[in-house]
T-cell receptor
Framework: NAGVTQTPKFQVLKTGQSMTLQCAQDMNHNSMYWYRQDPGMGLRLIYYSASEGTTDKGEVPNGYNVSRLNKREFSLRLESAAPSQTSVYFC??????????FGSGTRLTVV | ELKVEQNPLFLSMQEGKNYTIYCNYSTTSDRLYWYRQDPGKSLESLFVLLSNGAVKQEGRLMASLDTKARLSTLHITAAVHDLSATYFCAVDGRDNYGQNFVFGPGTRLSVLP
């Protein structure tokens, strides 16, 4: 009953460093999403993948890239981290329109 | 563009009292979702409202949907401390960025003894 697994849970980066956030789901869901959560801003969509092999930009895609490696895995990459990317990142998956299952989140600090 | 608003954004209430959180959205949608988030934790699904007039209840929480008014309510009955959390509504914004949800800003609820 793992659901959606995100790694790492915490990360501190220096400005300009790169990193990849990993996400995997074991529910055979077609769609996967990356959101960021900032105080007072709710959740904002970065990228999503409606199905294996497809990815699309969300509301705030600048500074990020994604890869849908297979049906299970959807990764988010920061090529050159900036302090404005300090946030909590959530991966989620869904099937149909029955709602999302969220991962536990990654707390990223860019100094 | 779909926008989702919630009010209040902050709510402090005493145990035993009743209160309602409101979620308004700007364009037509027939499905609305409520999530709960405890501090430092992930989001947990509470309710999926599938049609106009839908009402769902779980314990002290009851959610309803009026698609004509573009309004959902989350009613809290006889609040207890364990309900302290942030509550988000989300609307299926299929017309925005494909199939995805647009979240409200959240209502931070504190239930005081």
């Amino acid at each position: 009953n793992a659901g959606v697994t995100q790694t790492p849970k915490f990360q501190v980066l220096k400005t300009g460093q790169s990193m990849t956030l990993q996400c995997a789901q074991d529910m055979n869901h077609n769609s996967m999403y990356w959101y960021r959560q900032d105080p007072g801003m709710g959740l904002r969509l970065i990228y999503y993948s409606a199905s294996e092999g497809t990815t699309d930009k969300g509301e705030v895609p600048n500074g990020y890239n994604v890869s849908r490696l297979n049906k299970r895995e959807f990764s988010l990459r920061l090529e050159s981290a900036a302090p404005s990317q300090t946030s909590v990142y959530f991966c989620a998956s869904s099937v149909g329109r029955w709602g999302y299952t969220f991962g536990s989140g990654t707390r990223l600090t860019v100094v | 563009e779909l926008k989702v608003e919630q009010n209040p954004l902050f709510l402090s209430m005493q145990e035993g009292k009743n209160y309602t959180i409101y979620c308004n959205y700007s364009t037509t949608s027939d499905r609305l979702y409520w999530y709960r988030q405890d501090p430092g934790k992930s989001l947990e699904s509470l309710f999926v409202l599938l049609s106009n007039g839908a009402v769902k209840q779980e314990g002290r929480l009851m959610a309803s949907l009026d698609t004509k008014a573009r309004l959902s309510t989350l009613h809290i009955t006889a609040a207890v401390h364990d309900l302290s959390a942030t509550y988000f509504c989300a609307v299926d914004g299929r017309d925005n960025y494909g199939q995805n949800f647009v979240f409200g800003p959240g209502t931070r609820l504190s239930v005081l003894p």
